[in-house]
Every structure is written in structure tokens, then in C-alpha cells.
């Protein structure tokens, strides 16, 4: 009796969140007959994707190594195509799975177009309405919507983006973001906090974005050495992002003070017990202001727009910009004012509820006409 014909997939990602992201959907489809999984890697960020590779088992069939340094967008664009292009020619997948909005995302959607693979959309639907912020994976996600034939969206109001934009509702499944999987994975595996540094309060520091190169990334680095500076119980943990112009500012005006570390990137295990142990968290990360809530930890989030309002909504995450007094003003706050403090700290995730990928695997299976359609994510 001849086997069923296994759903052929590729999942394409190059750069450390699309691993977080896509390491829960890469692990149900693997433990499921009905899926043969081609692992492509473009690796836009070389040496922070091996991390999480390894820290979750996940083993590329290609990797393309398309880094260079100084490399521009059009740079990673255009390798990205050629090496995508070549895989998707040889490899003939009944479906391309992108992950969010990097180029490496954008790119692998738009090839398997040329190629008329469908694709499949995970963390769909996200927008801000500004094509500049977050730059360039505003136009990026758009790009992505007009042309994926499955949208993996993490919320109702994603999924509500999208049908705004005329994509039709049967291709869109609420799924939750597929980041608190891998969260709540993760700290089932993390050893009991160290109580060593009692007394003593960890304030969480991650800055990349590319809207924030130059003087924005200065006043931030300016106003976190103040923070230091002005309460003395404070110890900030800044794991400094691998370009070139984030490390120059950050080592230049903070490197020399004694309660702030300047450190590497930490794997995803280490990250995250860093998150669980922090007292507050400053960030200009998408992945983390949908992490942070989930631990009960304030979120103050250094950009002027957030693709993500339902933790804002909630209470548990405040959209503080760029501005030097500002940053001081509300990180101050919460490490003044213990009511401000408590009404930040409430445990509550409208993002997800560790489920995502599997919702996502049903998906799948449901449109190449092999199981129902899933029932949508609604959070508690």
C-alpha cells in the first residue's frame, strides 16, 4: 500500500526572532507524520541565528550565509532572492512558511510567488499605519499580506487589519503569537532565581532598531546612565545588539559606569531568566513587549509607535519614545512610585497561551483539505 503524500514544507528564516518564532512550529510539524520539513536559513544575522538554532534543535537543510558586513538592505534583498530562489527550484515545497517582518520574510513570500508556491504568513496582520516605524518591516508585513495565502494572525485585531486591507477571511486564522510557546517551554527549563543580588534592582535593557541608530540610540544611552546615576540600588543589564553602530554609542557614553553591563547577546535561555529576574524592562523590541507580559514584568517600550497595542491596552506596556527627559521621567516612576509599579505588573498575555503552533499545524492541514478548520485563539 502506498504512503500518503506528506505535506512538504519550507520554513525560511534568518535572523534570531524568526528562530524564536518559528522554532514551535518547526517542532509540531516535525512530530507529525503528515509533514516532510525543509529547514532554509538565509542567515541576515549570522552569528545570533546559530544561537537559537542549537538552543532549539533546529538543523537547516540550507543555509545560505547571505551576511556581510556593512551589509544594506538592498544587499540582503537581492542575495536573499538569488539563494531562495535557487532552493525553491530544486526543492518544488507544496508550501513556504515566513516568519514576521524581516527582509529574509518578505523575500522568501515574494519568491515563492515567482514561483507559484503558496505561502503561508506567521505573526500576520501586524501594523502601526506608518510606513517609516517601524523601517523597513512596516512595508515589509504589508508586502507580505498581499501575497501569502495562509495569514497566521497572533490577534483578533491583527486578523481585523487584514480584512481592512481586503484579504479574504477564510485565509485568516487567529492563532496567538507563536513567541509565548517558546516561552512557556523555556521557563519550564530555567533554574530558580539567584538571590545573591537581594536588595538590588535589574533594570532590562534591549535597544536595535534601526529608527533608533544615531541620535535617537545616543539620548537612550544618555538617559540610562542618568537612571544609574540618580538611584543607586539600580544595576541595568544592556546585551548590545552585534551592529557596529549601536555598540560605538553604547560603549562610548555608558562603558565606563560600575552598575551598568555592557554584555554580549545571550542565548534564548539565558534572555529569558534575565526577563523573569528583572525588575522592569526598557525595550524597542516587538518579540519582548509580547514576552514581558506573560512574566509580570512593566514594559516601557523606546519607540514613537507600536505594532502591538493590546499589551498597551492592558496596562502592562507604555509607548515612552525617544526623548532623553522622558525616558528618565517614566523609568523614575516606576522605580518611585510603588502603585504605578503594581498596576504595571499584572501576569497577562493577550498574545498568546503556549498553544500558537499547533493552531498553525491544524491550518496547514486544513488547507490542503486533511483535518477542520481550527477554532481561534481568544485570550482569557
Known amino acids: 500500500m502506498a504512503k500518503p503524500h506528506r505535506i512538504k514544507v519550507m520554513p525560511i528564516f534568518g535572523t534570531r526572532p524568526e528562530a524564536i518564532k518559528m522554532a514551535p512550529v518547526v517542532h509540531a510539524l516535525s512530530a507529525d507524520e503528515n509533514f516532510e520539513l525543509i529547514i532554509t536559513v538565509t542567515a541576515q544575522h549570522r552569528e545570533m541565528l546559530d544561537q537559537f538554532l542549537r538552543f532549539f534543535e533546529m538543523q537547516p537543510r540550507y543555509d545560505l550565509n547571505i551576511m556581510r558586513e556593512g551589509q544594506t538592505l538592498a544587499d540582503i534583498t537581492s542575495r536573499a532572492v538569488e539563494g531562495i530562489d535557487k532552493v525553491l527550484k530544486d526543492e518544488k515545497p507544496d508550501l513556504v512558511l515566513v516568519q514576521g517582518d524581516t527582509t529574509t520574510a518578505f523575500v522568501g513570500a515574494l519568491v515563492a510567488y515567482y514561483h507559484k508556491i503558496p505561502c503561508g504568513h506567521i505573526e500576520a496582520g501586524l501594523r502601526t499605519g506608518d510606513k517609516f516605524a517601524p523601517f523597513p518591516e512596516e512595508i515589509n508585513r504589508k508586502l507580505i499580506g498581499a501575497i501569502a495565502d495562509l495569514h497566521f494572525a497572533p490577534t483578533l485585531r491583527a486578523k481585523q487589519n487584514l480584512l481592512r486591507e481586503g484579504v479574504p477571511e477564510r485565509s485568516i486564522f487567529v492563532t496567538g503569537n507563536t513567541v509565548v510557546d517558546a516561552l512557556l517551554w523555556t521557563l519550564q527549563r530555567l533554574p530558580e532565581p539567584n538571590r545573591t543580588n537581594e536588595g538590588q534592582r535589574m533594570i532590562l535593557v534591549t535597544a536595535h532598531r534601526r529608527e533608533n541608530w544615531g541620535e535617537p540610540m545616543e539620548r537612550i544611552c544618555k538617559a540610562l546612565r542618568r537612571i544609574a546615576d540618580k538611584f543607586p540600588d539600580v544595576q541595568i543589564i544592556f546585551p548590545m545588539h552585534k ?138
Open 243 to 380: 551592529n557596529p553602530v549601536v555598540r560605538e554609542v553604547a560603549y562610548r557614553v555608558m562603558g565606563d559606569h560600575d552598575r551598568i553591563k555592557l554584555c554580549e547577546p545571550p542565548d534564548y535561555f539565558e534572555f529569558v531568566r534575565l526577563m523573569r529576574d528583572a525588575y522592569l524592562i526598557v525595550t524597542d523590541s516587538g518579540g519582548v513587549q509580547e514576552e514581558a507580559p506573560t512574566l509580570g514584568k512593566p514594559v516601557l517600550v523606546l519607540r514613537e509607535k507600536t505594532e502591538r497595542p493590546e499589551a498597551v491596552e492592558a496596562g502592562v506596556v507604555k509607548v515612552i519614545g525617544t526623548d532623553e527627559e522622558k525616558i528618565i521621567a517614566e523609568v523614575s516612576r516606576l522605580l518611585s512610585d510603588e502603585g504605578a509599579y503594581r498596576a504595571m505588573q499584572r501576569p497577562v498575555n493577550p498574545y498568546g497561551d503556549g498553544k500558537a503552533a499547533l493552531r498553525i499545524k491544524q491550518a496547514i492541514l486544513h488547507f490542503f483539505g486533511k483535518a477542520e478548520r481550527p477554532p481561534d485563539f481568544a485570550p482569557q
